[in-house]
């Protein structure tokens, strides 16, 4: 897949944010025994539903995405995703400061090829947004998660021999520090 052909995709198929939450709504409330994340859609949507309420655009920001010119945010994820629910919310919050960025999600698990572009160490890591112009030519990518968890999470990966023991860690780190470490990502890209 090029990134041209994942443009296409993403503009044909992807969710817009609010589709995406109501789609999340909607599995949380399903209860669904063959859905392998139940047990933590609930945990999920309150990390959301948070965060839309809650971030603010800095100064800052609102002035670099002024500058922005046309462009598309393809997020993969999923919306079992932990990182995800402390990241997307955000990232949405910023596209919608200029009307000139058109912001689509598209799960992962349905389109590999898509996600196989942006593999992180080779793992399908997600979210992943890679911002793209109209000829499908990419501007900047960013993510699983904000450059300042990166070396944390690795760190943990080394400390812990069961990876879900490290999430706690994580979701503090992004009560503490999520808005202004993602802002501080975003702002990077937007003005390089």
Partial sequence: ?????????ALGVGLAF???VH???QRMHAQD???QFASGRHLNWSRMTRHMKTYEPTEEMRLAMSNASP????VITEDWCGDS??????IASIAELNQNVTLRILDRDSYPAAMDLYLTNGARAVPIVAALDAEGVELWHWGPRPEAAKPLVEEWKHQFENKSDMYPLL??????HGHAEIERDMLHHLNS
Wanted: proline content about 6%.
């Fill in 171 to 176: 979701h503090a780190w992004y009560a503490q």
């Fill in 18 to 20: 609010e589709a995406f």
């Fill in 33 to 35: 025994p063959e859905d």
């Fill in 71 to 74: 462009q598309t945010w393809v």
């Fill in 1 to 9: 897949m090029t990134t041209k052909e994942l443009l296409d995709l």
């Fill in 23 to 25: 789609r999340a709504e």
């Fill in 85 to 90: 629910a402390q990241t997307l919310p955000v």
